[in-house]
């Protein structure tokens, strides 16, 4: 899954315990980070155990870390939006 809306400064231990609270069926989490200065931006991509597990994570609503509204969808569908996206740009010039 591709799940944003954590604060700038969360650290991993913080992450790892966020799912953790919510599911057993975490295998990686990945920080993104911006290219040029490495900064965390805000996401992960998480990888889980099974689709089924995935899919189980993905329905939970209401998720917040340190007050931050939390929100997720599939890494297909974040791909998706993003090359869509992009397409939309280069069309436009």
């Known amino acids: 899954l591709y799940v944003k809306g954590f604060p700038q400064d969360v650290t991993l231990d913080q992450v790892q315990e966020f799912f953790a609270q919510h599911t057993d069926a975490v295998e990686a989490i990945r920080f993104r980070r911006h290219p040029k200065d490495r900064a965390f931006k805000g996401s ?44 939309g740009k280069t069309n436009s010039k």
């Open 44 to 87: 992960v991509f998480v990888e889980f155990k099974s689709e089924e597990e995935a899919n189980k994570f993905a329905a939970l609503s209401g998720l917040k870390l340190n007050g931050s509204a939390i929100s997720m969808k599939t890494k297909m569908a974040y791909f998706e939006e993003k090359n869509s996206e992009k397409s």
